[in-house]
């Protein structure tokens, strides 16, 4: 299909998609929630942040350095806050504050972590969760996983 991501499984399956590729693994080694209430609300954060590419890359493609600049502070100030706002709002609805879905790590903390790890600060290198204490010790809760933290320290440099 001429497309990256892949996903290949065995050398023979291949799973285009990166939505349908995190929701396959999510769902194979047990991140995406303990029934279907729980899914569906993962899904609804992972939607939430997905819809922030769609502004990202217009902005990306913009060739005048003065406008995309001005894109991009209305970006972070208006698109981005009120994301983490209503991200903020559908934790509420959980029973505990340690994740955003259900008692364990689902889809939801993984794909959050990587917006404002990878995506937001490369985009936005002034981009921070000061604002959001809740979803920035969250953030840092996420980053101490050994798992997370060894993925961190030890994956290919690439240039994303
Ligand atoms: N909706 C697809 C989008 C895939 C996509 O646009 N991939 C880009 C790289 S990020 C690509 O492979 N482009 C190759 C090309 O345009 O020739 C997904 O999420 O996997």
Redesign the pocket.
């Known amino acids: 299909m ?4 892949i996903l290949e499984i065995d050398g023979e399956v291949k799973i ?4 349908a ?1 995190n929701r396959y693994l999510a769902r194979t080694f047990g991140f995406m929630g303990s029934n279907s209430l729980e899914e569906a609300r993962i899904d609804v954060i992972y939607e939430c942040l997905l819809d922030l590419l769609t502004p990202l890359y217009g902005i990306y493609a913009e060739k005048d350095e003065e406008k995309k600049k001005g894109m991009l502070k209305k970006f972070q100030e208006e698109t981005c806050e009120k994301t983490l706002r209503d991200i903020e709002v559908l934790w509420e609805q959980n029973e505990t504050d340690e994740f955003l879905v259900g008692k364990k790590i689902s889809l939801a903390d993984i794909f959050f972590f990587d917006y404002v790890h990878d995506l937001l600060k490369r985009f936005l290198p002034s981009f921070n969760l000061d604002g959001h204490p809740k979803l920035k010790a969250l953030a840092e809760r996420l980053e101490s996983i050994p798992q997370i933290n060894k993925w961190l320290t030890k994956r290919p440099v690439t240039e994303r």
């Open positions: 001429g497309v990256l991501p285009f998609q990166s939505a590729i």
